[in-house]
């Protein structure tokens, strides 16, 4: 059974947990379908789903675990956490149930204590292993490909909407489940909002264009922003353009084991501060990616939490400048034993299309 979980089971003092966060029951168990729990105790894992699910179940579940159907699930969970009467304290993720959920099962299961885990719940997937991180690598092939495709396509007079849909087939074709988020298209001065959905805007010539987007492969999340001219390019974007590289080279090139989060933050926001910016760069650097798009670690000014080898992290920053324009430059980092690797292949030297 996973370490981690069994380290939380004792640090809470608990008798069981209930895995009812999708991305870690995935994670745990391997099964796909949107609905399914994991009870777990110091002997014992369970995997716990509805009757839809019993072939799929059957095919995807870890033999780690045995598999039982329930009917009426928050009356037979309750049943199930109790274990014949055995458990007292209950660890549950407190991001994972709604509050509606917690107050049913907990009158279902009066004399059991319910405790919230503490650390929050993504943390127990934040270090990536092998496997995932091959997956990882190919989502992020699989996006970079359809990108090039759709950039070498685009001419003035294109419709962010239109780019955002010939992004997703592309992605799909390219062997993606899906999209990690509606990709961001964003033009001229809507490239001043970090996360402008496409809309039905025509592109100019000499208009910048954002494009922030992600494919999902095998259940993992790629990310990545693109800042492009389309048409010539002016000295302004040029300018603001290799602020926003320099200090999202500064950034990731700072990456290995040891570093703080906030110690990445801080390099290339004191870079663009230093250039006149910095309240024009008005988010964090970054965050983890995997199985959810945002995951942990956030890089962000408060976050003292070092990096590790088999994190993946994105590095992401951007200038917004209102009525002009904007510019953000996004790669997702592997940190690595010693020192890191950049997993989306996408070149991010400056660079006028169509
Ligand atoms: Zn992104
Ligand atoms: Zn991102």
């Known amino acids: 059974m996973n370490s981690l979980i069994q380290k939380y089971i004792k640090d809470h003092k608990v008798d069981g947990f209930l895995i009812t966060d999708k991305a870690n029951v995935r994670y745990l168990t391997g099964f796909t379908g949107s609905n399914g729990q994991i009870f777990i105790t110091d002997k014992k894992g369970e995997f716990l789903t509805d009757g839809r699910y019993i072939t799929q179940a059957s095919e995807e579940v870890s033999k780690d675990f045995s598999c039982r159907f329930y009917r009426k699930m928050y009356k037979e969970i309750a049943e199930i956490v109790s274990n014949k009467g055995k458990t007292k304290r209950l660890l549950f993720e407190p991001g994972a149930l709604t509050v509606k959920g917690l107050n049913q099962y907990k009158e279902l299961t009066k004399g059991i204590t319910w405790v919230p885990l503490k650390e929050e719940g993504a943390a127990l997937r934040i270090k990536k292993n092998r496997n995932e991180i091959n997956i990882l690598k190919k989502a992020a092939k699989i996006a970079h490909t359809a990108l090039e495709k759709v950039l070498s396509e685009i001419k003035p007079g294109d419709v962010e909407k239109d ?31 970090p996360h402008g959905r496409a809309s039905d805007k025509k592109i100019k010539s000499g208009e910048l264009l954002t494009i922030d987007y992600g494919s999902v492969y095998k ?20 300018q603001i353009y290799a602020i926003v590289k320099d200090a999202h080279d500064m950034a990731v090139d700072a990456i290995k084991p040891g570093v703080t989060c906030g110690q990445i933050d801080k390099i ?87």
């Open 219 to 238: 259940g993992y999340c790629s990310d990545e922003t693109v800042t492009v001219v389309v048409g010539k390019a002016d000295k302004k974007q040029k």
């Open 268 to 354: 290339g926001r004191d870079h663009i501060s230093k250039k006149g910016y910095g309240k024009n760069f008005t988010h964090s650097t970054g965050h983890g990616v995997g199985l959810e798009v945002h995951e942990l670690p956030t890089i962000a000014s408060e976050n003292k939490q070092k990096l590790e080898p088999g994190m993946v992290i994105t590095v992401e920053p951007g200038i917004y400048l209102p009525g002009w324009g904007g510019v953000r430059i996004e790669d997702m980092i592997l940190v690595t034993d010693s020192g890191h690797e950049v997993l989306t292949p996408t070149d991010k030297a400056f660079r006028s299309i169509g």
């Open 163 to 193: 780019i955002a849909l010939a992004l997703e087939i592309g992605m799909r074709k390219g062997g993606a489940d899906g999209v990690s988020f509606e990709p961001i298209v964003a033009s001229g001065t809507r490239s001043a909002l």
